[in-house]
């Protein structure tokens, strides 16, 4: 209970607030923030303070604010510190402060939870959670109060938030105590995931090995949310998979479970090492795509080289495809599809010649490519005849290669940096041509090689590719001209 001064009541309080310091002591063990323990300190050292004595935590979602703050409530239970001790925390959302339902501001109701927390100053410590746009308005109210010592508040914000909202009212920053709450390391979280099982499980057995596997597939495929929340939703989903089949020990099956249908992951590309998936890749790829081997050697190099960690994989690999029209630039992006994520479902084709319309083209682009990815971020995009699409476009695209990711129109980022982009291209299809119809020797010499080099690039930007799109495509891979004998195995195939 919170103890309040004689005859003061506190409406705003109890029907704004969460009590969280209650809540705590229901069960003060499940309200460990472990490996924080540096940081709930420096939060006491700042709430002991006598000039700004109103700690800030600022960092990335998911990293633990919210739990340190409850780890510091349980800490306050058992407190000796004088100034600290019988310190009640209580919530405030600013979110349920939003809501108009009840026919009151924000602006009033913000102010009369104020009011009461400065009559209960000696018994009281607000948290703030969530800063948003609201924040705004609350910081005008609370900066006066903080400046005069008349409470004590301890603010929650994402970096991204920070940055937004308190960073550019100087006042209202000088008034807190920042405290940089970092995403905990590999290690760290693995640490805190052993703890963290161990309070979960219900009786379901969580081996090493298992906890091994989803610290590696949080980390893999779990690229929107930090550590530690990300590896602790993954265990807490498998468990309640493991559960739903009455198992007694959590399996990697489960683990896999939730990582393929929460985040769209193939179960192909989780069952599958690296090596299994590439050291394949060349020759079935061989076997489906005819007369073309330079061209798929150079590709499946390329992937290679990247797994292998020779390439910045925060971005999507990309491929432009150049060569006459039916030479099979469109079969590789199909068998690429098949043979890296074991699906025909997860290859995302469009024509960009419906796309070439300066004024409609962009957002339509842009809304059914990040709808699309979002569902299926693991997949082969195929962007056909790329040169037809509008500049604005392109210039889209120019983004996704350079930064990995866009923002859908709900302010969703998604991600496109598992991807494989291939463009294909009938640009330089004469030059092709005109080189296929030369001698072998000719076609090795290195200076007619850069002269056809050049004439390809030529050909690109006369057909509206600017130096800078070229400049951040992976490769760019030609593809010959096919041969008699190379269409009949093509019908052979087809046949067969």
Do not use: C, W
Request: without cysteine; aromatic residues 6%.
């Amino acid at each position: 209970m919170i103890e309040l001064k004689q005859n003061n009541t506190t409406p705003y309080l109890d029907r704004y607030t969460t009590d969280i310091s209650a809540k705590v002591m229901s069960d003060p063990e499940k309200y460990h923030a472990y490996e924080r323990e540096s940081i709930t300190r420096r939060i006491m050292v700042s709430l002991m303070k006598q000039i700004q004595n109103a700690p800030l935590l600022v960092g990335l979602p998911g990293v633990g604010k919210t739990a340190i703050v409850e780890d510091l409530a349980r800490q306050l239970l058992s407190t000796s510190v004088s100034s600290l001790k019988g310190k009640h925390l209580v919530q405030i959302s600013l979110a349920n402060l939003m809501k108009s339902s009840d026919g009151e501001s924000f602006a009033h109701k913000f102010q009369a939870i104020i009011d009461e927390l400065i009559a209960n100053k000696d018994t009281v410590i607000a948290f703030i959670d969530e800063t948003s746009g609201s924040s705004l308005d609350a910081g005008n109210i609370i900066k006066p109060a903080l400046s005069r010592d008349d409470l004590q508040i301890i603010g929650s914000t994402t970096t991204k938030e920070f940055h937004e909202y308190v960073a550019r009212d100087g006042a209202l920053m000088r008034r807190f105590d920042l405290i940089e709450v970092p995403e905990l390391s590999f290690e760290q979280t693995k640490r805190v995931l052993s703890k963290v099982a161990l309070q979960l499980n219900n009786g379901i057995e969580v081996t090493e090995t298992v906890q091994d596997r989803i610290m590696a597939l949080s980390q893999r495929y779990i690229t929107d949310r930090y550590f530690p929340e990300k590896a602790i939703m993954l265990l807490d989903g498998a468990l309640s998979v493991a559960r739903l089949a009455n198992k007694s020990s959590l399996e990697d099956t489960d683990v896999a479970t939730i990582i393929h249908d929460d985040y769209h992951v193939p179960e192909y590309v989780i069952n599958q090492t690296t090596d299994e998936r590439l050291l394949n890749l060349l020759p079935r790829l061989k076997n489906q795509v005819i007369g073309q081997d330079t061209a798929l050697e150079k590709v499946a190099m390329k992937l290679t080289n990247r797994e292998a960690g020779l390439a910045d994989t925060s971005k999507p690999e990309s491929f432009l495809f150049m060569g006459p029209t039916g030479v099979g630039k469109t079969e590789t992006a199909k068998q690429l599809a098949l043979n890296l994520f074991g699906n025909a479902q997860n290859f995302i084709r469009f024509d960009m010649s419906e796309f070439k319309f300066a004024g409609t083209s962009l957002e339509r682009f842009k809304d059914q490519l990040t709808t699309r990815v979002r569902h299926t971020p693991y997949a082969v995009l195929l962007l056909d005849e790329i040169e037809k699409a509008d500049p604005e476009v392109m210039d889209l695209l120019l983004q996704v290669l350079d930064d990995g990711r866009l923002s859908d129109e709900y302010g969703r980022v998604i991600n496109f940096k598992d991807l494989i982009i291939v463009m294909t291209t009938n640009s330089g299809a004469t030059a092709v041509m005109n080189r296929d119809a030369k001698s072998d020797a000719v076609k090795e010499d290195k200076k007619r090689q850069a002269n056809f080099e050049e004439q390809l690039e030529i050909a690109l930007q006369s057909d509206g590719y600017r130096p800078e799109f070229i400049a951040r495509i992976g490769a760019i891979i030609v593809f010959d001209v096919l041969k008699m004998a190379d269409m009949v195995r093509i019908v052979e195939l087809k046949l067969s």
